[in-house]
């Protein structure tokens, strides 16, 4: 459950990096089409079969923001109660809530911007928050050693019980 | 040792506590998920009477047996009568006649190839003429479309088995198959017709084609207080990333003499709305079909069509020999006049505001009597729609398929409030019927009166509609981005004591977004 726990919190801070990535690379791309010569509308927008190179990146970073990383944070969430049940180390359900929280924020400030583009500013920064603390979460886990209570147990047993 | 004893049984129940409070709190999380996820599920076959939730607009009715068709419309004292009833006179012979043979082959649009649909072998299908009061008859064969067509006639408030919509009016012309619509044309204007059988992807691979009603009497309809020169259709639709009017790109030549007057039909056929603007002035003389009452020449503005309406414009070629240009969207525009086209004109900062445009005039029933009022207000919110979780369309806070079922009865006066917070804007379009736009935010219209049957409706507006139901029959009321449709932005307008036979999913696998 451990490595499960560590792959799930390095995994969404990688997905946070694969948003920046295909947001930005689709941005670029949208510029580099207009600059082409390109235009677009909301009508070439919303049609399925628009596309200029690189708009892929565009839809990928909707598709995941929307579906993918809640869906893992919210794995990471039930695993982070498993974790901290059968392993016992300190936080490790706790940074899994707090990721989930920061995951929530973050889905919310993007959908917010559609609306409220100042939004978007947050949006940004928050994803650094959302890299960090998946990132420590998962590094937390790796280093923290989980004898605490293994190593009180035979402590107990090897002293003599007084009276 | 007697400490001892006591604390392992501590211990033994203290792991059971550890054992059920994590296993309870993941059971807590996944539950209400698996719930959600389950709920959302449609079943391979449903009928659109028995989906969603009955909303009565505060009039009368409530009966379960009226919602769900069991019963006939009230006072009549029979059972619920079948839509597939509500056709034009069988009777009477047609006096336009239209032959349509649909395909799904590869197209070729600005150089670019690409799959997409047919009809007679042409995209944009061939546009239908008729004049007021003639009946139109149009037989349709389904010569290769895989999964199935319907017509559907985009504004023309047909009997309502004439629809078109796949699972709910009728059952998709299978691979192979005929059908035949049948309509007389009481309005004048500029319509549409396309599929409305997995119509996100069949409108967006070309299967739609234009229509036009032209007033008794013969020649081009005028434009307001003039005749026109030449009248003709401006259908925007984009092929994957080529934009086009008419099938074809770029600019579109009207060769009309100097100072005569061109009357240009433009046809919103994509998802989203469209910017219309013009290097001389010009004349929104009908919106969705319905004439403008007394509208003046518009200058440094410009109009929005939104997806699936129409605006008929009047554009009087310049003095000068030159010819106006008409931009449509981005990257096409109608040139009216012989000579050298104006140069391209960026988009007038300025919108043309339809709701103080033209003159007043009264309108065929009192808003004040309605007796139906209705909500619909557009979000977003996480959950599942068709098993698959994300961030959905919400109407009035529910998911497809928990969406209203708005119940009206002949003679209702109905208002209905369309307010958006989705964060994207959303056309709106209403089968059937014509609205009028009573107010926008809270400013009431004093133009001429806007009825629509394609709304616009941004992120953050709110408008007031009136109609009269007239048109018995059950009705979709749906965002015309079909994509978003497609995701279950869609409600039903329905008439108490109708039924329908057909059911979207089943064996023909009707599938009308």
């Not at chain 2, 419309?73 to 032959?99: E, H």
């Not at chain 2, 509208?295 to 414009?313: F, S």
């Amino acid at each position: 459950m451990r490595i499960v726990y560590r792959v799930l919190g390095y995994l969404i801070a990688a997905l946070v990096a694969v948003q920046a990535a295909a947001v930005a690379y689709g941005f670029f791309s949208l510029g580099k089409y207009i600059e082409g010569g390109g235009s677009i509308d909301q009508a070439a927008m919303n049609n399925p079969n628009f596309t200029f190179p690189g708009v892929e990146g565009l839809a990928v970073h909707g598709m995941f923001g929307t579906m993918v990383v809640p869906g893992v944070a919210l794995l990471f969430l039930i695993v982070g109660i498993i974790t901290q049940v059968t392993t016992k180390i300190r936080g490790a359900l706790l940074w899994s809530v707090i990721t989930l929280v920061v995951t929530v924020v973050q889905v919310a400030l993007g959908l917010g911007a559609h609306s409220v583009p100042q939004l978007g500013m947050l949006h940004g920064i928050v994803a650094l928050g959302l890299f960090a603390v998946a990132f420590m979460a998962a590094h937390r886990i790796g280093r923290a050693s989980a004898p605490t209570t293994v190593e009180a147990a035979p402590a107990r047993s090897a002293e003599p019980v007084a009276g | 040792m007697e400490p001892d004893q006591p604390a392992p049984a501590r211990r033994r129940g203290g792991r059971r506590l550890r054992l059920i409070i994590p296993i309870a709190s993941v059971l807590l999380v996944i539950t209400p998920l698996g719930v959600f996820w389950y709920r959302s599920l449609t079943g391979s076959a449903y009928s659109a009477v028995s989906m969603g939730d009955a909303d009565w607009g505060g009039g009368p009715g409530g009966s379960m047996a009226g919602m769900a068709g069991m019963d006939g419309p009230p006072g009549t004292g029979s059972p619920a009568v079948p839509i597939t009833t509500l056709v034009a006179d069988p009777k009477r012979p047609a006096d336009v006649r239209v032959d349509l043979v649909a395909r799904q082959q590869t197209i070729t649009v600005g150089g670019q190839t690409l799959d997409g649909y047919t009809l007679n072998g042409r995209t944009p299908g061939p546009t239908i003429t008729a004049t007021q009061g003639q009946l139109v008859e149009v037989r349709v064969h389904n010569a290769s479309v895989a999964r199935g067509l319907t017509l559907h006639w985009h504004g023309v408030d047909v009997p309502n088995a004439e629809d078109g919509v796949a699972g709910v009016t009728q059952d998709d012309i299978g691979f192979g198959q005929d059908f035949t619509y049948r309509f007389v044309a009481d309005q004048v204007g500029t319509f549409w017709y396309h599929s409305h059988q997995v119509s996100d992807a069949q409108v967006a691979g070309g299967l739609l084609g234009a229509l036009v009603v032209r007033p008794r009497g013969g020649g081009p309809g005028g434009s307001g207080d003039r005749p026109v020169a030449a009248d003709v259709v401006a259908l925007a639709h984009g092929y994957g990333a080529v934009r086009t009017l008419d099938g074809r790109p770029g600019d579109q030549r009207v060769p009309v003499a100097p100072g005569a007057t061109a009357r240009v039909r433009v046809i919103n056929t994509d998802n989203g709305p469209m910017a219309v603007w013009s290097s001389s002035p010009y004349t929104v003389v009908a919106v969705d079909g319905t004439d403008v009452h007394r509208p003046t020449a518009v200058t440094e503005r410009y109009a929005t069509v939104t997806a699936g309406g129409r605006l008929d414009l009047a554009v009087t070629a310049p003095a000068d020999g030159s010819a106006a240009r008409v931009q449509i969207g981005t990257d096409t525009a109608v040139l009216v006049g012989r000579g050298a086209p104006a140069v391209p004109v960026r988009q007038p900062s300025a919108e043309l505001d339809l709701l103080s445009y033209g003159a007043p005039a009264a309108l065929p029933f009192d808003p004040a009597r309605a007796t139906r009022h209705f909500t619909y207000s557009i979000g977003r919110r996480p959950g599942f729609v068709h098993g698959r979780p994300g961030i959905w369309w919400s109407i009035n806070g529910r998911l497809y398929p928990r969406v209203p079922m708005f119940m009206v009865r002949t003679g209702d006066v109905v208002i209905m409030d369309v307010s958006n917070h989705s964060g994207q804007v959303h056309p709106m379009h209403l089968h059937g019927h014509h609205a009028v736009v009573l107010s926008r935010n809270g400013v009431a219209a004093t133009g001429s009166p806007w009825w629509v049957d394609s709304l616009n409706v941004r992120d953050g507006e709110s408008y007031v509609i009136a109609f009269r139901a007239d048109n018995p029959g059950i009705w979709m009321d749906h965002c015309h981005n079909l994509t978003h449709a497609s995701q279950g932005m869609v409600a039903h307008l329905a008439y108490e004591g109708y039924s329908t036979p057909f059911t979207i999913g089943g064996p023909h696998g009707n599938d009308p977004e």
